[in-house]
T-cell receptor, first 114, second 114 residues
Framework: DQQVKQNSPSLSVQEGRISILNCDYT??????FLWYKKYPAEGPTFLIS?????DKNEDGRFTVFLNKSAKHLSLHIVPSQPGDSAVYFC?????????????FGTGTLLAVQP | NAGVTQTPKFQVLKTGQSMTLQCAQD?????MSWYRQDPGMGLRLIHY???????DQGEVPNGYNVSRSTTEDFPLRLLSAAPSQTSVYFC?????????????FGEGSWLTVV
């Protein structure tokens, strides 16, 4: 049972346009959400996070939106650059037990075309 | 600026062999964990530790053993390797505080079991 879902395996965007990556979750106990970026043959690197007490967090070209009622979050990249081409993982934590435990989505491969 | 260091980077094992993946972090993080990444599955938690002397199981613990004798090190042991354990393994660490932690990953260990 996938608690964190990324329904789009891939996304292709033109350089300079907006990239929107989506993530849905089922566990209402999740209270912290993170986005990681992963290049081939490297470990995931932290990109941006949001706590459930907020609905938006912005860091430069990256903005994460959280809609708790819909159990949905999205990552916006504006403007997209070729170097943003990577796999993006959505992850969630919280609830009972160790709150550091991350549950990951299956990832979305973003390709930014020059 | 080492962060999370994993060794070896690549390993080929024969079915039934045992081996240990090493993980070390120099950030004085209490929390350490092991994930595996498989195609179409995202990253799945194998085992985790909230401090020296304390370990617990994650989503997919079978066939793996861990120990945490020091804050810095968290080795992952494959007791009797099986082809199903062919995967990319990532070690991660963070501070062990209530939800809101950023988890940092190592660069990965590619394991093939033949």
């Amino acid at each position: 049972d996938q608690q964190v879902k990324q329904n789009s395996p891939s996304l292709s965007v033109q350089e300079g346009r907006i990239s929107i990556l989506n993530c849905d979750y089922t566990n209402s106990m999740f209270d912290y959400f993170l986005w990681y970026k992963k290049y081939p043959a490297e470990g995931p690197t932290f990109l941006i996070s949001i706590s459930s007490i907020k609905d938006k967090n912005e860091d430069g070209r990256f903005t994460v939106f959280l809609n708790k009622s819909a159990k949905h979050l999205s990552l916006h990249i504006v403007p997209s650059q070729p170097g943003d081409s990577a796999v993006y993982f959505c992850a969630a934590s919280g609830g009972s037990g160790a709150t550091n435990k991350l549950i990951f989505g299956t990832g979305t491969l973003l390709a930014v075309q020059p | 600026n080492a962060g999370v260091t994993q060794t070896p980077k690549f390993q080929v094992l024969k079915t039934g062999q045992s081996m240990t993946l090493q993980c070390a972090q120099d950030m004085n993080h209490e929390y350490m964990s092991w994930y595996r990444q498989d195609p179409g599955m995202g990253l799945r938690l194998i085992h985790y530790s909230v401090g020296a002397g304390i370990t617990d199981q994650g989503e997919v613990p079978n066939g793996y053993n861990v120990s945490r004798s020091t804050t810095e090190d968290f080795p992952l042991r494959l007791l009797s390797a099986a082809p199903s354990q062919t995967s990319v393994y990532f070690c991660a660490s963070s501070y062990s505080r209530p939800s809101g932690n950023t988890i940092y990953f190592g660069e990965g260990s590619w394991l093939t079991v033949v």
